[in-house]
């Protein structure tokens, strides 16, 4: 929940354009209003309201922000919200300069993101026990988010309309409300097939008219962490020893389509990924796999 602030109607009206300028997502709004609440409530540390401040003031929030350990990735995030915010004051005649121009990002390192083996994703499929309708839930998640690529709020999202099992693909209405078609392939579309047919409707109980492809075991639409529970549940039974979360399955998809010779431009369009440079962090991750197998296999290495 985000955190009270006696400037939330400036922030709300901010937010509200936003959302008509670039239809952003429920969840990139509610980071935005979390992280200006934040700022907000230390400006009122500083004697400041939100349309009083100074460049100086950025930056010792920065500062401040560093010093109590925040992630210099959080924090870039932070600011990148508040240059849109000055931004929109200033084109609203609310300031007339804005505050954040010539800050700097903070400097961030190019983490790699957690994966998976082609191995452990077999045993992660494994692990959900298929003589319960949740187990068999579970497994069909496992394989359509592995299959796709899915981030984890498409996931849990998916309706029943979105699906097309005779053409073998999802409809997927991604961030921004940008939308794109995603293969299942046959293994997925086989679990999907036959978790709909015969587990689905003993989750739903008595809510038949639910449209969400996977009900929690009450019979209504699952939470992300409903389903972050699950897989780390899942992963344990695994026994597999690494950080774990629905998003890495998010991650091995794409490392393990670039490792089997996929088009770099294919894997963005499959992620929904609007910028190809946000892709280009995998081919880090195929290039030292590419370096293994070469020690590994070839006389020379």
């Not at 920065?62 to 600011?79: D, F, I, P, Y």
């Amino acid at each position: 929940m985000s955190e009270e602030t006696s400037e939330q109607p400036l922030i709300e009206t901010f937010l509200n354009s936003l959302w008509l300028e670039k239809g952003l997502s429920q969840n990139t709004l509610s980071s935005y209003r979390q992280d200006l609440a934040t700022f907000a409530n230390w400006a009122k540390t500083q004697g400041r309201k939100l349309d009083e401040i100074r460049k100086d003031e950025i930056l010792g929030y920065l500062s401040h922000r560093m010093g109590e350990g925040v992630k210099a990735r959080t924090t870039a995030r932070a600011l990148s919200c508040l240059r849109s915010f000055y931004r929109y004051l200033v084109r609203e005649n609310r300031i007339a300069e804005d505050p954040t121009l010539r800050v700097d990002n903070p400097k961030l390192g190019r983490p790699l993101p957690d994966s998976l083996t082609e191995q452990d994703v077999e045993k992660l499929l494994a692990a959900p026990d298929l003589s319960t309708s949740i187990g068999y839930r579970d497994r069909t998640m496992l394989e359509v988010l592995y299959a796709c690529g899915l981030r984890v709020s498409e996931l849990v999202n998916l309706k029943l309309t979105e699906i097309n099992l005779k053409q073998g693909v999802v409809r997927i209405v991604g961030k921004g409300s940008k939308e794109r078609l995603v293969p299942m392939g046959d293994e997925a579309m086989t679990w999907l097939t036959n978790y709909i047919n015969d587990s689905r409707d003993t989750l739903l109980k008595k809510n038949l008219n639910q449209d969400a492809v996977f009900p929690s075991n009450r019979g209504e639409p699952m939470t992300r962490q409903a389903f972050w529970y699950r897989i780390k549940a899942h992963a344990r039974t695994a026994e597999i020893n690494k950080k774990i979360s629905p998003h890495t399955l998010r991650h091995a998809f794409a490392t393990h389509l670039l490792n089997h010779g996929a088009d770099l431009r294919v894997v963005q369009l499959l992620l929904g990924h609007s910028d190809l440079s946000t892709t280009q962090i995998y081919t880090h991750i195929a290039q030292h796999r590419m370096k293994e197998l070469h020690q590994t296999h070839h006389p020379r290495g």
